[in-house]
């Protein structure tokens, strides 16, 4: 695979690259497989959304918008903040920072997540943190399983996500709790705005809808952000609080309000499943089964990275960041090949480390401490959806609220 990514390229190279298909394959046969899913997923999702009609074609591109935005924010406009770093793929766009399945990932999340959700028709104070936990429930196999087989690499001193579970960091949990839900509440705050009389799931005339479209794009992650404030930033920046304690705070939050919901007097759907809800459902499954497979047959030491990781540079040179409280914070400026605290990836198989300047260069994965753990620990995480996606999508009336009567499901 060449090195594209470094300078000279031209606007239509930096835009988008291409790289060796079978190659990458031989390398990270994993990821390949977990691309195929999320193209998968993005695809099943939009014919799904287009079934329904309705406001669901339009929260489908919502959903990519909004990821886009969010996922593309940090590294072009606030490179202080730049902490993650995907491996590269077949289609990749933006300076080799953006593969073609992330782009689908999103709706593969949010998207999975509203429509399970919009089945319970809960009230629409609790709504937006139902999602927001939902969508936290798609993403945790993804985040442990992915990031151990080299799938991306985070930065390895940034203190917002040095708090690391699996070596997930827990405000990657905290991040897609936030931002689905304030995503979704804008989706549909901002369309009451300008058609207040028409019921959530249906679609008013196109302007209101393009408008609504718009600004729950680009409010979705500064409203994302501004839930880390409260919370996260005081208790983690002031009192050095341990992450894992922020995101169950968060949790602890979001489902008081769902459960709140859950308790209040509410019209259950009447429309039975259709054969696109199986499929939509099928394609959740597959999902989560990928992931247990490869903590069950595949190997990470085997896999092998290389694209833009971290830049390579002098262990000794420090970074700040300065919190929303006013805190400056450290970190390393560059990464450090001799002294570094990320166990998922080594050097095992180059010959030599990255020299000083490197931001093209080979990882290798590394070994399962515990096999047995991560099997575990997936079976859990699989058993748990199943049963909380059978209860949305088989003990709620069997029906969508956006298809039954806008009398008898209009919220409360």
């Not at 943190?129 to 001193?157: E, N, Q, R």
């Not at 560059?334 to 180059?350: G, I």
């Not at 059978?390 to 009336?397: A, M, N, R, S, V």
Request: a neutral charge; hydrophobic letters at 45%.
């Amino acid at each position: 695979m060449v090195n594209t990514a470094g300078g000279g390229e031209t606007w239509l190279q930096w835009l988008v690259q291409t790289h060796d298909a079978k190659q990458l394959w031989e390398a990270q046969p994993t990821y390949i497989l977990s691309q195929a899913v999320y193209i998968l997923a993005g695809i099943v999702t939009l014919i799904h959304a287009f079934s329904k009609g309705g406001r669901w074609p339009y929260f489908w591109l919502g959903t990519i918008l909004h990821g886009l935005f969010t996922d593309n924010f940090w590294h072009f406009a606030l490179p202080e903040y730049d902490n993650f770093w995907h491996s590269q793929t077949p289609i990749i766009f933006l300076g080799a920072r953006l593969p073609l399945h992330i782009i689908l990932l999103y709706p593969a999340f949010i998207y999975h997540a509203a429509y399970a959700v919009s089945k319970l028709n809960l009230p629409k104070y609790s709504e937006p943190f139902a999602v927001g936990l939902v969508t936290v429930l798609v993403d945790i196999p993804y985040d442990i399983v992915a990031v151990k087989f080299v799938h991306w690499t985070w930065h390895d001193t940034d203190p917002n996500i040095y708090d690391r579970h699996y070596w997930v960091p827990w405000n990657s949990y905290y991040f897609h709790a936030t931002f689905a839900a304030s995503f979704f509440y804008f989706f549909h705050a901002s369309r009451s705005w300008f058609a207040p009389k028409v019921t959530q799931w249906d679609a008013a005339d196109k302007k209101a809808e393009w408008k609504s479209l718009l600004i729950s794009s680009l409010l979705g992650m500064p409203g994302g952000v501004l839930m880390f404030i409260p919370i996260y930033h005081p208790l983690h920046d002031v009192f050095k609080i341990h992450s894992e304690v922020t995101f169950f705070l968060l949790f602890s939050i979001f489902a008081m309000i769902v459960l709140s919901g859950l308790l209040s007097d509410r019209q259950k759907c009447n429309k039975k499943l259709t054969m696109i809800d199986y499929v939509l459902m099928v394609q959740l499954a597959i999902h989560y089964l990928l992931y247990l497979t490869f903590t069950i047959f595949f190997n990470p030491e085997q896999e092998r990275s290389l694209g833009l990781h971290e830049p390579v540079g002098p262990c000794n040179e420090v970074a700040t960041l300065t919190t929303p409280f006013g805190q400056v914070l450290e970190k390393r400026k560059y990464f450090c090949p001799t002294d570094y605290n990320e166990d998922y990836f080594d050097f095992h198989c180059v010959k030599e480390l990255p020299r000083n300047g490197a931001t093209w260069y080979l990882i290798c994965g590394t070994p399962f401490e515990n096999r047995a753990e991560y099997i575990t620990v997936l079976s859990t995480i699989l058993v748990v959806a199943t049963g909380v996606f059978y209860g949305l999508y088989f003990k709620t009336g069997g029906g969508t609220p956006e298809v039954a009567s806008s009398k008898k499901l209009k919220k409360k």
